[in-house]
């Protein structure tokens, strides 16, 4: 008979997730530490246990209360992928209990990052990702490039002098912020407050890497991956659009990729796109990558507020506002919205 609590060893835990194939790092209990840490959601954990007290499924649940998007659970917030693990029956008993929860504490909605085999929940695909499969040896996966684009713009970079480092270091963290401020500023999205970072490498560390593309002494392209178990993600990005043309995207994330090679990880996942920004999908199918849909679940149904979507007007004449804010003023208006966005 299976008994559901809300807490259990952590080491317990942790050895579970490494029998589960579909865990990853947003099933941690570093993960739950880390949003709590940053944005102060209130977790509902989910653990089922089986009659020898031996831990057989884990729903990962944090209630997010915002004006903009709804209180709902979500499972969990700032993931790509992250569902219910265990068996069906198992999964099916978290979810009920999942729902019971939402009902006692007047919650609109729950989400799930992923599948689930209950039939109160809606599915709905508006996002994909791209996944690269590694080799141990790094010529093999670079074969793998597009030559006349993403091998070119490699090479390319080199030439023009460009050069990766990797780093966990706060003073290089702190730049790749002021890079990710003018990165996000520009697209017309709120950017990562300074915490997210700062804790995700404190809280995280281990499970992360930052790559920075430098030229000259100077930092101008970044990105931060993310690392459990086999599988690598890509999780952020940012680069100064005035050296674009040095091509640093391809040269720090080709980095990641060949030592990522080197260390043994199988899998490279580019993250989350959602469909509409062509332009991106375009660039990571370059990659000789594998598209796979991302399936969210949704109780009692899937609304729009969930995802605001970008062509949306709302979204329109936030970018116009949000592109011509004095930089102090969005740094604040990005650390005030973005926690009503995970």
Request: aromatic share 12%.
């Given at each position: 008979m299976l008994e559901i609590a809300n807490r259990v060893d952590e080491?317990?835990?942790?050895?579970f997730l490494l029998s589960q194939s579909e865990a990853t790092l947003y099933h941690t209990p570093e993960w739950k530490v880390f949003l709590e840490k940053t944005f102060d959601y209130k977790p509902h954990y989910l653990f089922a246990t089986d009659e020898s007290d031996r831990l057989t499924g884990?729903?990962?649940?944090?209630?997010?209360?915002?004006?903009?998007?709804?209180n709902r659970l979500c499972s969990v917030p700032f993931?790509?992928?992250?569902?219910?693990l265990g068996d069906k029956n198992t999964c099916s008993a978290l979810l009920v209990e999942a729902v019971a929860i939402a009902t006692r504490h007047h919650i609109e909605q729950i989400e799930i990052r992923n599948t689930v085999e209950i039939s109160c929940f809606q599915e709905m695909n508006a996002f994909c990702t791209h996944v690269l499969g590694l080799s141990q040896n790094a010529e093999d996966t670079w074969k793998q490039l597009d030559?006349?684009?993403v091998r070119w713009a490699v090479k390319k970079a080199e030439r023009l002098g460009v050069s990766v480092v990797s780093s966990t270091n706060l003073d290089d963290l702190r730049e790749f912020y002021e890079l990710n401020c003018i990165t996000k500023q520009s697209l017309g999205v709120p950017c990562h407050p300074w915490k997210f970072f700062k804790n995700l490498f404190s809280i995280l560390d281990g499970y992360v890497r930052m790559y920075l593309a430098q030229r000259d002494g100077n930092i101008v392209a970044g990105g931060v991956m993310e690392y459990y178990k086999d599988r690598v993600l890509y999780g952020y990005g940012a680069a100064d659009p005035d050296h674009l043309n040095l091509h640093p995207y391809n040269a720090f994330i080709w980095k990641?990729?060949?030592?990522?090679?080197a260390k043994g990880y199988r899998i490279y996942d580019f993250g989350r796109t959602s469909y509409d920004n062509t332009g991106l999908i375009q660039f990571k199918r370059k990659w000789g990558v594998q598209e796979k849909r991302l399936m969210y679940s949704f109780f009692p149904e899937y609304s729009k507020s969930a995802i605001i979507e970008r062509d949306s007007i709302m979204h329109q004449l936030g970018s116009s506002a949000t592109q011509t804010m004095p930089r102090f003023a969005y740094k604040t208006f990005s650390t005030l919205v973005f926690p009503h966005l995970g």
């Amino acid at each position: 008979m299976l008994e559901i609590a809300n807490r259990v060893d952590e080491n317990q835990w942790h050895e579970f997730l490494l029998s589960q194939s579909e865990a990853t790092l947003y099933h941690t209990p570093e993960w739950k530490v880390f949003l709590e840490k940053t944005f102060d959601y209130k977790p509902h954990y989910l653990f089922a246990t089986d009659e020898s007290d031996r831990l057989t499924g884990v729903l990962p649940l944090f209630q997010v209360k915002s004006r903009l998007t709804g209180n709902r659970l979500c499972s969990v917030p700032f993931s790509h992928v992250c569902g219910c693990l265990g068996d069906k029956n198992t999964c099916s008993a978290l979810l009920v209990e999942a729902v019971a929860i939402a009902t006692r504490h007047h919650i609109e909605q729950i989400e799930i990052r992923n599948t689930v085999e209950i039939s109160c929940f809606q599915e709905m695909n508006a996002f994909c990702t791209h996944v690269l499969g590694l080799s141990q040896n790094a010529e093999d996966t670079w074969k793998q490039l597009d030559k006349g684009s993403v091998r070119w713009a490699v090479k390319k970079a080199e030439r023009l002098g460009v050069s990766v480092v990797s780093s966990t270091n706060l003073d290089d963290l702190r730049e790749f912020y002021e890079l990710n401020c003018i990165t996000k500023q520009s697209l017309g999205v709120p950017c990562h407050p300074w915490k997210f970072f700062k804790n995700l490498f404190s809280i995280l560390d281990g499970y992360v890497r930052m790559y920075l593309a430098q030229r000259d002494g100077n930092i101008v392209a970044g990105g931060v991956m993310e690392y459990y178990k086999d599988r690598v993600l890509y999780g952020y990005g940012a680069a100064d659009p005035d050296h674009l043309n040095l091509h640093p995207y391809n040269a720090f994330i080709w980095k990641s990729i060949e030592e990522a090679c080197a260390k043994g990880y199988r899998i490279y996942d580019f993250g989350r796109t959602s469909y509409d920004n062509t332009g991106l999908i375009q660039f990571k199918r370059k990659w000789g990558v594998q598209e796979k849909r991302l399936m969210y679940s949704f109780f009692p149904e899937y609304s729009k507020s969930a995802i605001i979507e970008r062509d949306s007007i709302m979204h329109q004449l936030g970018s116009s506002a949000t592109q011509t804010m004095p930089r102090f003023a969005y740094k604040t208006f990005s650390t005030l919205v973005f926690p009503h966005l995970g």
